[in-house]
């Protein structure tokens, strides 16, 4: 489904954009970014049909809370922790809770850090009120044709990243199907030192006990998968 791949994208999104060598702007987003060990900020999620579409036929909103090694992302239905150890997903329409080891993020087919380590020129497209936008352009044919993103120069923090895809048959999660789609993702109200650790704690979803992993608390009636 076209809408928890899109998820999974989001997650790792923030960290692979940091993975080549780019332009200054970019770099100095990075390293604030990195500095930020313990922060907060609001996500939102629009979906839009076509590029020249006005009006999104989706949106989503959640948060981004991180701590340290562990981040919890949360969008709509779809809650995924990232722990230095575990890679867990959870859908609370379906109730299913997926676990798999930290090590295997690399696989998801929306993880960007396999789009964009080396493998997307880079184009300044221009400067939009505070924002720098900077283009990234697939070197090899994907399904993914370019994405931009928005660095706020005031702050020099993440706003705002807008992906065009050529995808056909592509179905959202309301049931409405369409061709190359296009997604924007908005971060803001960054808030740090706000994220405690249990707020971010894998044992709020899942109990791990020897090989033994059992889901918790609300969701002890989930089904869970494990993917190791």
């Known amino acids: 489904m076209m809408k928890t791949k899109l ?20 770099s100095r987003m990075k390293n604030k970014m990195e500095s930020m060990t313990n922060y907060s900020c609001d996500i939102q999620y629009k979906l839009y049909s076509r590029t020249i579409a006005s009006s999104p036929i989706e949106v989503k909103s959640g948060f981004l809370l991180h701590n340290n090694q562990n981040s ?3 969008i ?8 230095s150890k575990y890679l867990i997903k959870v859908d609370t329409i379906q109730k299913i809770i997926s ?5 295997r993020q690399q696989q998801n087919d929306f993880d960007l850090n396999k789009y964009l380590e080396g493998n997307f020129d880079i184009e300044f497209e221009g400067a939009y009120n505070t924002n720098k936008v900077y283009r990234y352009k697939p070197q090899q044919l994907s399904t993914l044709q370019y994405l931009n993103i928005y660095i706020d120069t005031a702050t020099f923090l993440l706003n705002k990243i807008v992906l065009f895809y050529n995808l056909p048959n592509v179905e959202s999660s309301n049931g409405v199907s369409f ?4 997604i924007e ?3 803001s ?3 740090q ?3 405690t650790e249990s707020m971010v704690d894998e044992e709020n979803y899942l109990h791990f006990k020897e090989d033994e992993i059992t889901p918790s608390g609300r969701y002890s009636n989930y089904q869970i998968y494990k993917l190791f």
């Open 76 to 83: 709509g239905e779809l809650i995924t922790i990232n722990t």
């Open 179 to 182: 061709s190359s789609p296009v």
């Open 189 to 191: 109200n960054y808030v």
């Open 185 to 187: 993702i908005t971060y």
């Open 193 to 195: 030192n706000r994220v």
């Open 7 to 26: 998820f999974y994208l989001l997650v790792f999104l923030h960290e692979a954009l940091f993975g080549q060598l780019v332009p200054d702007d970019i």
């Open 99 to 103: 676990v798999a080891n930290a090590n």
């Open 72 to 74: 919890l992302f949360e």
